[in-house]
């Protein structure tokens, strides 16, 4: 009688073990799926941020394609000397000077559009300024 309380005991005892190494584990698991939950937010944020970026880097690329068709307008007239050369040749040269095509398009009435395409030709004296 004694041997079967002392097994019965032990079987207590393996059946407690047991029940406590299974609420560690399923609290083990709670915590990887927590962990896997802020990862995922953590991605999805990533994600957004990422097409937020993108989008960004769209528009920024679309602004510098304008603002090389824009800059493509100015030409600068060849002086003979430099940008930043402060001889009296530098300062007597004129600042600005329309071509003769822009001349006639004024005059023969094209549209605001057709100047704004118009080459701008700026000589060494306007980009000395700066």
């Known amino acids: 009688m004694n041997r079967i309380v002392d097994v019965a005991t032990q079987v207590a005892e393996i059946v407690d073990g047991i029940n406590i190494a299974s609420k560690e584990q399923s609290l083990s698991i709670n915590q990887v799926n927590q962990g896997l939950v802020e990862v995922s937010q953590v991605v999805q944020v990533n994600s957004a941020t990422s097409e937020e970026s993108a989008s960004a880097s769209e528009e920024l ?19 003979g000397f430099s940008a930043f050369d402060s001889s009296a040749a530098f300062e007597s040269a004129p600042a600005f000077e329309e071509t003769n095509e822009r001349e006639n398009k004024k005059k023969s009435g094209h549209s605001k559009e057709d100047a704004a395409d118009a080459t701008i030709i700026l000589n060494d004296k306007e980009f000395g300024k700066y």
Not at 61 to 68: N, P
Not at 71 to 76: A, D, G, H, N, S
């Open 61 to 79: 690329s679309s602004q510098a394609e304008l603002l090389k068709r824009q800059v493509e307008k100015f030409r600068i007239r060849q002086m």
